[in-house]
């Protein structure tokens, strides 16, 4: 689906029948396996802050609260100006299930395809490609929240909890983390990743690095009555 994504459609009227399918698989149906529930149950009563790079929503229809969530990288169900003419973002819902509902021949009706209603240009994802991606008030109230999350923590015993984050994006997540943890002395890093539980030798002393599959090690905590 992330390949298709780039695919050069010939006209907009199929672009938006397979994105509309693409959005609507990936951020209005639930995740198919309990991992951010198990993950939530983990975390719930205590004083966490989720930094993600995942743009399908699934943290926050897993029940976590948004004001403790920073989707750096977008989200799936918001469309921006192409262009872009202003920072701003707006919600897809309705006219993405619209389109599921009146595409055929893997086209969706002209009269659907979004255009700004500010300069007309033909609408856009809001996902991070290139630097035409909106940063709203949104983005930026979330950034603050995650700025001010970390210095209320400065010099304390915190957990860096990387689940998954490969070698696409590190310098989000993964280097920060590291950094963050070799700066900290009370801090530990912890990864759970299949094939990819790595760390440097400097926080050696600091970090647990699982190799095995996320959702298994969650569900076994949560059963297990474990905690973070």
């Known amino acids: 689906m992330y390949s298709g994504g780039f695919y050069p459609f010939e006209t907009l009227e199929e672009h938006w029948a397979y994105w509309s399918r693409y959005i609507y698989i990936n951020r209005y149906i639930d995740a198919p396996k309990p991992v951010y529930n198990d993950l939530l149950r983990l975390a719930e009563n205590k004083d966490y802050f989720v930094l993600t790079t995942n743009v399908d929503h699934c943290f926050q229809k897993a029940g976590f609260d948004k004001s403790r969530l920073f989707y750096t990288q977008g989200d799936y169900g918001l469309w ?4 872009p003419c202003h920072q701003r973002t707006y919600d897809n819902e309705a006219v993405v ?26 609408m856009t994802m809001n996902l991070r490609t290139d630097m035409t991606f909106v940063e709203d008030e949104g983005w930026h109230n979330a950034a603050r929240r995650y700025e001010d999350f970390l210095r209320r923590h400065a010099g304390l015993h915190i957990l860096f909890l990387e689940l998954g984050v490969g070698g696409n994006t590190p310098a989000i997540i993964k280097y920060p983390f590291w950094k963050l943890t070799y700066q900290n002395p009370k801090a530990v ?5 299949l094939g990819e539980a790595v760390r440097p030798d400097v926080i050696a002393k600091q970090s647990i690095c699982i190799n095995t599959d996320i959702a ?13």
């Open 97 to 122: 299930k619209k389109m599921l509902e009146k595409q055929e021949h893997r086209k969706v009706p002209g009269e659907l395809v979004p255009y700004c209603p500010v300069c007309g240009a033909p």
């Open 216 to 228: 298994g090690a969650l569900t076994a905590l949560a059963e297990t009555g474990g905690g973070m």
């Open 80 to 83: 921006q100006c192409s262009k």
């Open 189 to 193: 890093y912890a990864c759970i990743n």
